[in-house]
């Protein structure tokens, strides 16, 4: 049913989207499909990684890694952004296409109030894109 | 030198894979074990979620909280204080402002001229992150904005009446009952004002944090440029009281600035409307100009600021194309290369630190203006150097030097020279004797269609606020997340309210001009911050490699 699974990546913070990377881990094996590991990074030094080439190569690392626990045949991609938070929801639109992606499994928060003002990146992407989204909450 | 630059090359990456970006090719990293965001406190506990440098954001946030209860409490004690401080500086200390400003424009231009220059920012194959339009149209709107609106047509008048009559403030000493010597002086002393001093400034605090960050992978912060001088140590205290400097100095100087373009919006929308010029209207200006930058640092850089600094350059494009048609074009035509001829001229005079007659103006408004432009260093030269990730040095200098430079020249003889042939030409002595901040609407008054282009110039007062106001919230978001710039969103939001809600409480409680005094004196401490960066600079930039390929313009 599903080929490609993008999975949007936040090196920063694995603990959090370990559930999601999870869940794609077990939908790659059950539908055969290859996995597709996406990272949006500053081209400003950060907490990851002090080049944009330097998170390239953990994200690739990080995306091999994976693909030995799951199996199923993994590429990477990095995006680099002057102002990642505010271009997050529309770089991701973009990579889904470029990519070529139809099933994006990506962690979410718990809905709360702020949501309003600032909505979930992933309810945004799911606005505006074609392809079947999974958001994955945190642990509780 | 304890700490200096390893020569350290970025590992190429692995593999070639789907989407990896081509290795943006050699480039020098410092060595260090400091991890940015290391010192950060991120959480959401409070049902928002926060990722901020704990010492720079509390013991910044403290020291603006008791400033405004401060002057707002104890105004009539601290405003003598604040403006005291300031006119000693001024008076006293200008050699020191003089110099320094010297020492930005000789390095700057020095560093254009020697290989150097063909360092690339972000290593040397790093490509362009905006076009030329988008890029300029930022450095521009975060450099210049709103004073050229104000001062437009007010210096180069005031000078003229000034130089006209030989009085104390008129600069080089004037030129006592000669009106061509007088124009001419006037016209030479502004460009000086506005010319390549503040753009040296920027342009060494920006290449400085543009080099430090993208070549050799600091965080984009104002302590790094300190890494050559203390090595370490500016990830603690030495580092913590730069950072929190640039803080103050920028959000007092965005939020005095918003008062007092309130003030001038407010005063051209009574001349145009008779809109009562109230402080309900500034207020509610101040409201308007916060809720538009708000929605911009939402929207981010590429959508919000940049598009904003877009529209903003076309309406000035406008303004400045009508006052051209409209106003004397011949005069203006002839006066770019007389006034610029007449700036080189006396360049050297004018930026003479040492031993000079004309004191009133020195102090008056030379080591005014170096003290405001080095002030607002940190801010425009961090959000410069944010956008020019990929420009050659060389290109980064002659955008952010040469051309705006010559852009001030145009300007300046447009609007000022328009004001002094009405004078002289036309004997009109309407804008000569209307208050400072309606003497641009006096002027144009004199032209055709003055009520549409009055409009026009009331709008940009407000657009210049906005792009100012929003690129200097994402500069202090990420000057107090310890150089990140992708931390969560409510951030910037925070700063600017902030910003908004600090311009209105001064406005009405009084004290905005004490605060100017007060973030202008900034000026003293990041003169010497600058002239460290130079030096870090020269360092940094002689350790780079030199481009080999010329990436393509975007």
């Known amino acids: 049913m599903f080929n490609k699974i993008m999975v949007p990546v936040d090196l920063a913070h694995l603990k959090v989207i370990e559930p999601s990377l999870q869940a794609a881990a077990d939908m790659a094996r059950y ?41 199923q045949p993994v590429s990477s991609k990095t995006i680099q952004r002057v102002d990642p938070a505010a271009d997050l929801v529309d770089t991701l639109v973009e990579a889904i296409d470029t990519i070529g992606a139809d099933l994006v499994v990506m962690p979410t928060h718990a809905p709360h109030h702020l949501d309003i003002v600032i909505p979930a990146n992933g309810s945004q992407v799911a606005h505006r894109t074609g392809a079947s989204i999974f958001l994955v909450r945190p642990p509780q | 030198m304890a700490n200096s630059v390893r020569n350290d090359q970025p590992k190429a990456p692995a593999a070639e894979s789907e989407g990896i970006p081509s290795p943006d090719g050699p480039a020098n990293l410092i060595d260090t074990d400091y991890v940015i965001g290391q010192d950060n406190i991120a959480t959401s506990k409070f049902g928002v979620p926060v990722d901020l440098h704990s010492v720079v954001f509390s013991v910044s946030s403290l020291v603006i909280l008791v400033f405004v209860i401060i002057t707002l409490a104890l105004q009539e004690q601290v405003a003598p204080l604040f403006t005291g401080t300031f006119s000693y500086l001024t008076g006293n200390l200008s050699w020191v402002f003089l110099f320094g400003g010297n020492v930005f424009v000789l390095v700057s231009l020095g560093i254009v001229l020697s290989p150097l220059g ?15 339009a988008g890029w300029f149209a930022m450095l521009f709107a975060a450099g210049m904005g709103i004073g050229l609106m104000f001062f437009g047509v007010a210096e180069p008048l005031s000078h003229f009446s000034a130089a006209f009559e030989g009085s104390a403030g008129a600069p080089l000493g004037g030129a006592a009952g000669d009106q061509q010597a007088a124009a001419s002086l006037a016209m030479a002393a502004t460009i000086f004002h506005w010319g390549l001093h503040p753009w ?258 009331i709008v940009l007062v407000i657009v210049f606020f906005v792009t100012s106001s929003d690129s200097g919230s994402l500069v202090i978001d990420s000057i107090t997340a310890g150089g990140k710039v992708d931390a969560p969103k409510p951030q910037r939001i925070f700063w600017a309210i902030l910003e908004g809600a600090i311009a209105i409480a001064l406005l009405l409680g009084g004290g905005l001009s004490a605060l100017q005094a007060a973030s202008v004196s900034t000026g003293l401490p990041f003169t010497l911050v600058l002239l460290v960066g130079c030096y870090s600079l020269i360092k940094g930039l002689m350790s780079e490699p030199r481009s080999v390929s010329k990436a393509k313009g975007a």
């Not at chain 1, 950060?46 to 990080?62: D, M």
Request: charged residues 10%; neutral net charge.
């Open chain 1, 31 to 71: 539908y055969q499909a290859e996995v597709c590991y996406v990272g949006v990074t500053a081209v400003t030094p950060g907490s990851v990684a002090r080049t944009p080439e330097e998170y390239a190569q953990k994200l690739e690392a990080f995306a091999q890694e994976r693909g030995k626990i799951h199996g």
């Open chain 2, 118 to 132: 063909k360092v690339r920012i972000g290593g040397a194959n790093a490509t362009p992150n905006y076009g030329y």
């Open chain 2, 200 to 457: 040296g400034a920027y342009a060494i605090v920006g290449l400085s944090l543009a080099i430090f960050a993208f070549n050799k992978g600091l965080p984009l912060t104002m302590r790094s440029i300190f890494y050559p001088i203390l090595g370490e140590r500016i990830w603690g205290w030495p580092g913590h009281v730069i950072d929190v400097l640039a803080v103050f100095a920028t959000l007092f100087g965005l939020a005095t600035s918003l008062g007092l373009g309130a003030t001038q919006a407010s005063t051209g929308l009574n001349y145009l409307f008779d809109v009562p010029n109230t402080n309900v209207t500034m207020v509610v200006l101040i409201l308007g100009i916060t809720a538009v930058a708000l929605l911009s640092v939402v929207a981010g850089v590429d959508k919000g600021v940049q598009r904003l600094s877009q529209v903003n350059m076309a309406l000035a494009f406008l303004l400045l194309s009508f006052v051209i048609a409209a106003g004397p074009t011949l005069a203006i035509a002839t006066g770019f290369f007389t006034n610029l001829g007449s700036y080189l001229t006396h360049l050297p005079a004018l930026a003479n630190p040492f031993g000079r007659e004309d004191a009133g103006f020195v102090h008056g408004w030379t080591a005014f203006y170096w003290a405001w432009w080095i002030s607002w260093s940190p801010f425009v030269g961090m959000f410069i150097a944010r956008v020019s990730r990929g420009r050659s040095v060389r290109e980064f200098l002659i955008a952010v030097l040469l051309v705006p430079t010559l852009v001030s020249v145009l300007w300046m003889t447009a609007f000022g020279g328009t004001a002094i042939d009405q004078v002289i030409s036309d004997g009109f002595q309407g804008v000569q004797n209307a208050d400072l901040d309606l003497k641009l609407f006096a002027m144009l008054g004199q032209l055709p269609l003055s009520s549409i282009t009055s409009f026009v110039g």
